[in-house]
T-cell receptor, first 113, second 114 residues
Framework: QKEVEQNSGPLSVPEGAIASLNCTYS??????FFWYRQYSGKSPELIMS??SNGDKEDGRFTAQLNKASQYVSLLIRDSQPSDSATYLC?????????????WGLGTSLAVNP | DGGITQSPKYLFRKEGQNVTLSCEQN?????MYWYRQDPGQGLRLIYY???????QKGDIAEGYSVSREKKESFPLTVTSAQKNPTAFYLC?????????????FGAGSRLTVL
């Protein structure tokens, strides 16, 4: 059973701090990794995608991938109250035509003013 | 603006009734998906379609049906056979090739069975 695990939280950080969200996955052959943000009552929206080991930065967001350790993380610098949401990790377990992403249950983040 | 339109946003249904949720996209994406989201259970795949006139069951297809007669449209019917249909339903799409598996979601349809 392929799995993606996230700490459900809530993760609470003060405004301006760095929020660190983690995700581990069970399928060592996984190829593609995604972070989505979901506000309460809304649909998910893509924050970052990452495919290679290392860091990928986009504005205040940095995704980190370590395939050897089978984890992917999302760092949010200078956290803002508007970042308060649930962050979903999604993993594509193998290459080819399989389009069935495996989703984590999400980590709830609260940024306190 | 390109995007995915789901309707209705809210829907109430009596037990025993079939309902159809609409999903239309103008992103020219090849693949479309239906997910169900329940509190504490994350996103679960119901059906997906990679091309017109073809679709595959996801992890929880029982009690649901879909069609893909046009590239732009992927309606989901929740039948009376679905035991617990109250949920938040999300339609998504993704392109072929570069960007495949990068999903764009619609705003969702919230179904409540009375």
């Amino acid at each position: 059973q392929k799995e993606v695990e996230q700490n459900s939280g809530p993760l609470s950080v003060p405004e301006g701090a760095i929020a660190s969200l983690n995700c581990t996955y069970s399928d060592r052959g996984s190829q593609s990794f995604f972070w989505y943000r979901q506000y309460s009552g809304k649909s998910p929206e893509l924050i970052m995608s990452i495919y290679s080991n290392g860091d990928k930065e986009d504005g205040r967001f940095t995704a980190q991938l370590n395939k050897a350790s089978q984890y992917v993380s999302l760092l949010i610098r200078d956290s803002q109250p508007s970042d308060s949401a649930t962050y979903l990790c999604a993993v594509l377990p193998n290459a080819g035509n399989n389009r069935k992403l495996i989703w984590g249950l999400g980590t709830s983040l609260a940024v306190n003013p | 603006d390109g995007g995915i339109t789901q309707s209705p946003k809210y829907l109430f249904r009596k037990e025993g009734q079939n309902v159809t949720l609409s999903c239309e996209q103008n992103l020219n994406h090849d693949a479309m998906y239906w997910y169900r989201q329940d509190p504490g259970q994350g996103l679960r795949l119901i059906y997906y379609s990679q091309i017109v006139n073809d679709f595959q069951k996801g992890d929880i297809a029982e009690g649901y049906s879909v069609s893909r007669e046009k590239k732009e449209s992927f309606p989901l019917t929740v039948t009376s056979a679905q035991k617990n249909p109250t949920a938040f339903y999300l339609c998504a799409s993704s392109p072929h090739g570069a960007g495949a598996n990068v999903l764009t979601f619609g705003a969702g349809s919230r179904l409540t069975v009375l």
